[in-house]
């Protein structure tokens, strides 16, 4: 099983020495995040510059916030550099970061909007000619001058919809904050997708998101990944995931004890449960041992963030070096 890394850098600087130092420990790629902090295209661009062999893609880049023709502008440009190739990755964000954040209409729903957006970025690294006449994006004879027909798609699904619609039309899917009996559940329903459109999945990648720290003290970090999973746990989508292993209730009192504003106390009620199992927490032997527990249910790569500890960059470069190549 490959292992990626996710950008932990907060500088582009620190993200282009991050990915370097992780391809000379065997770490085989680069994916970067987009909310509000580091711009995707340019970050990925970067860093793609100076890597030797190690792909790169975004995971991910929401679907609202910009449109099917730049998408395709950036993703094409990128695979030019990337000497292992680009890989663009979508999502549907969420409406706080969408609309608040973007000030931009969270529109059409998002299965709708994923169907629509993927396949218009599929036509036009094609090199099509684009006329729509409805949809949220309309365009008017449109064209990317520089086609690539060498970018896959990969998709952020977590609810069973959203699985089936990667397994339908994804070249990959991207899984976050999942157990091995998630990812089983979710090759079920990507499977069920890729029947219902007559698709083989042999070439299809199944990724797992993972937050790592190398440490034999979870105490060291408790806070930090309390913080981390504070707003999934109150997400809707994630709380009907996390709900499947019994964690229902304690999404519910962690969200009632915030929106109270016992925001200390919210954090405390987060269980660490919860945490442990979908993390990658402890010394590099036992994260390694829980990767190979993935690996046999079926993920074929994973990205890792490290977390770090105290010091951010020292604690980047020892998870970077734990988990690379023996």
Known sequence: MRIDLASPGRTAAENIELAVAAERRGWRGFWVAEATGAEAVATAAAVAARLEKGRVGTAIVPMQTRDPLLLAMGAASIAQIAPGGFVLGLGTSTQLIIEDWHATPWGASPLDLTRECVGLVRRFLAGERVTTENGRWRYRRAQLAAPSDKVPIYLAALND??????????????????????????????????????????????????????????????????????????????????????????????????????????????????????????????????????????????????????????????????????
Not at 180 to 200: F, I, N, S
Not at 313 to 318: E, F, G, Q, S, V
Request: hydrophobic share 45%.
């Open 161 to 326: 919809r959203m699985l089936e619609l990667a397994g339908e039309i994804a070249d990959g899917v991207i899984l976050n904050f999942v157990t091995v009996k998630d990812v089983e559940h979710a090759k079920e329903r990507l499977a069920a997708g890729a029947a219902r459109a007559g698709r083989d999945l042999s070439d299809f990648e199944l990724m797992v998101f993972f937050r790592a720290t190398v440490t034999d003290d979870y105490e060291q970090v408790r806070g930090r990944y309390q913080r981390e999973l504070l707003t999934y746990v109150m997400a809707p989508v994630y709380q009907t995931m996390f709900a499947r292993e019994g964690f229902g209730e304690a999404c519910l009192t962690v969200q009632r004890l915030w929106r109270s504003r016992e925001r200390e106390q919210a954090l405390a009620h987060v269980p660490p449960a919860l945490i442990r199992e979908r993390t990658l927490i402890g010394t590099a032997k036992q994260i390694r041992d829980r990767l190979a527990r993935y690996e046999a249910a079926g993920v074929h790569s994973t990205m890792v963030v490290p977390v770090p500890a105290h010091d951010y960059r020292l604690d980047c470069l020892r998870t970077i070096d734990a988990l690379g190549t023996p």
